[in-house]
């Protein structure tokens, strides 16, 4: 079973910064917080991923709770193409495959 | 960034016959591959993790003689669906990473079998 839990669905405004939240309270120690999105009819997108500093690249920026309890993503001004299924996923270094729960439909509005 | 390749993108096939899926890393070497199915409405479902050079390790439900997984080397693994029927019909996705980096996914192949 999927770590992680999230909201089913989310809107927002085009342009406007999109948060999405993710509760791991059972983390472990080791394990990392990843994020990815799924565009209709395409594989994963790897988005961001960090351990428990806050993390920024060039697609969104991944804020972790100090207690790693929680974390949300964010994608600083959303476009269309941001619409998506966004998937928070916990794991632990090499070997280890993802497990994916039901992520969060994210609808970027104009 | 690490690419993965997956062909074909989409197959349609009778039921009854065989489908192959090519998954390829194309500049890194993935020493494991995962290969995940999807069906409409739902997430990803792990179907199994082949090692190269060793027999892949099917996850509870999965039939290894239907399912059969290849992966004879660092860029190459290969799912087989054999005497494909219609409750096969899905979206199959391989992924695959080296050493701790993030794992990297293929476009996903479509099949349907008729």
């Given at each position: 079973?999927?770590?992680?839990?999230?909201?089913?669905?989310?809107?927002c405004?085009?342009?406007?910064?999109?948060?999405?939240?993710?509760?791991?309270?059972?983390?472990?120690?080791?394990?990392?917080?990843?994020?990815?999105?799924?565009?209709?009819?395409?594989?994963?997108?790897?988005?961001?991923?960090?351990?428990?500093?806050?993390?920024?690249?060039?697609?969104?920026?991944?804020?972790?709770?100090?207690?790693?309890?929680?974390?949300?993503?964010?994608?600083?001004?959303?476009?269309?193409?941001?619409?998506?299924?966004?998937?928070?996923?916990?794991?632990?270094?090499?070997?280890?495959?993802?497990?994916?729960?039901?992520?969060?439909?994210?609808?970027?509005?104009? | 960034?690490?690419?993965?390749?997956?062909?074909?993108?989409?197959?349609?096939?009778?039921?009854?016959?065989?489908?192959?899926?090519?998954?390829?890393?194309?500049?890194?070497?993935?020493?494991?591959?995962?290969?995940?199915?999807?069906?409409?409405?739902?997430?990803?479902?792990?179907?199994?993790?082949?090692?190269?050079?060793?027999?892949?390790?099917?996850?509870?439900?999965?039939?290894?003689?239907?399912?059969?997984?290849?992966?004879a080397?660092?860029?190459?693994?290969?799912?087989?669906?054999?005497?494909?029927?219609?409750?096969?019909?899905?979206?199959?996705?391989?992924?695959?990473?080296?050493?701790?980096?993030?794992?990297?996914?293929?476009?996903?192949?479509?099949?349907?079998v008729t």
């Amino acid at each position: 079973d999927a770590k992680t839990t999230q909201p089913t669905s989310m809107d927002c405004a085009e342009g406007r910064a999109a948060n999405l939240p993710c509760n791991h309270s059972t983390i472990s120690g080791n394990e990392y917080v990843y994020w990815y999105r799924q565009i209709h009819s395409q594989g994963p997108q790897y988005i961001i991923h960090g351990l428990k500093n806050n993390e920024t690249n060039e697609m969104a920026s991944l804020i972790i709770t100090e207690d790693r309890k929680s974390s949300t993503l964010i994608l600083p001004h959303a476009t269309l193409r941001d619409t998506a299924v966004y998937y928070c996923i916990v794991r632990a270094n090499y070997g280890q495959n993802f497990v994916f729960g039901p992520g969060t439909r994210l609808s970027v509005l104009p | 960034g690490a690419v993965v390749s997956q062909h074909p993108s989409w197959v349609i096939c009778k039921s009854g016959t065989s489908v192959k899926i090519e998954c390829r890393s194309l500049d890194f070497q993935a020493t494991t591959m995962f290969w995940y199915r999807q069906f409409p409405k739902q997430s990803l479902m792990l179907m199994a993790t082949s090692n190269e050079g060793s027999k892949a390790t099917y996850e509870q439900g999965v039939e290894k003689d239907k399912f059969l997984i290849n992966h004879a080397s660092l860029t190459l693994s290969t799912l087989t669906v054999t005497s494909a029927h219609p409750e096969d019909s899905s979206f199959y996705i391989c992924s695959g990473g080296t050493g701790g980096s993030p794992l990297h996914f293929g476009n996903g192949t479509r099949l349907t079998v008729t």
